[in-house]
Antibody, heavy 120, light 109 residues
């Protein structure tokens, strides 16, 4: 069973950079699939942030594109999210998930999520 | 900005049948949007139920089914159980990304 686990600071100051990592186990990132980040503000719905392929190809939500970078480290079997210049509106539970591959468009395995609060 | 729209809330009786829908601001939803459906209970991560319109994951209960209905993606629950009370989200894939619907809160009463 594919497992994903988010990690990173739970508190970030306004205007600083939010940095999270997703560790993947029981599946090699290099085997395929895109890998994605999704967030959910408290009491609100899901928002797709962006996704990356093991080769480094990325695509982002247009509303966040100017502030987001997603990267992958195949040697550690993990991928990461950086969100720049955060504000209180970026407070959310952040999830990582296995995204689609060339054959199937799905997001089948998800991490448990990590709450990140933006506050001074 | 693409907007994906779902019913905010629905109520169904135990043992009943209910259909949730998912519409796109770009027009009719087709199989080319590869509709996905997820279930989320309070305090939990979303759980994938349906992908590519109607395909089920190995863990998806038989009572959940996906389809296209009147230009929308649809999720039908047949023989609803009390444990089906949850928030349900659809996901559509577009050429330049993907977008979630706002979610439907399903109450079993």
């Amino acid at each position: 069973q594919v497992q994903l686990q988010e990690s990173g600071p739970g508190l970030v100051k306004p205007s600083e950079t939010l940095s999270l990592t997703c560790d993947v186990s029981s599946y090699s990132i290099s085997s395929g699939h895109f890998w994605g980040w999704i967030r959910q503000p408290p009491g609100k719905g899901l928002e797709w942030i962006g996704s990356i392929y093991h080769g480094g190809d990325t695509y982002y939500n247009p509303s966040l594109k100017s502030r987001v970078t997603i990267s992958v480290d195949t040697s550690k079997n993990q991928f990461s999210l950086k969100l720049f210049s955060v504000t209180a509106a970026d407070t959310a539970v952040y999830y990582c998930a296995r995204d689609h591959d060339s054959g199937d468009f799905l997001m089948d395995y998800w991490g448990q999520g990590i709450l990140v609060t933006v506050s001074s | 900005q693409t907007v994906v729209t779902q019913e905010p809330s629905l109520t169904v009786s135990p043992g009943g049948t209910v259909t949730l829908t998912c519409a796109s601001s770009t027009g009719a939803v087709t199989s080319g949007y590869y509709p996905n459906w997820f279930q989320q209970k309070p305090g939990q991560a979303p759980r994938a139920l349906i992908y590519s319109t109607s395909k089920k994951h190995s863990w998806t209960p038989v009572r959940f089914s996906g389809s296209l209905l009147g230009g929308k993606a649809a999720l039908t629950l047949s023989g609803v159980q009390p444990e089906d009370e949850a928030e349900y989200y659809c996901l559509l894939y577009y050429g330049d990304g993907q977008a979630f619907g706002g979610g439907t809160k399903l109450t079993v009463l």
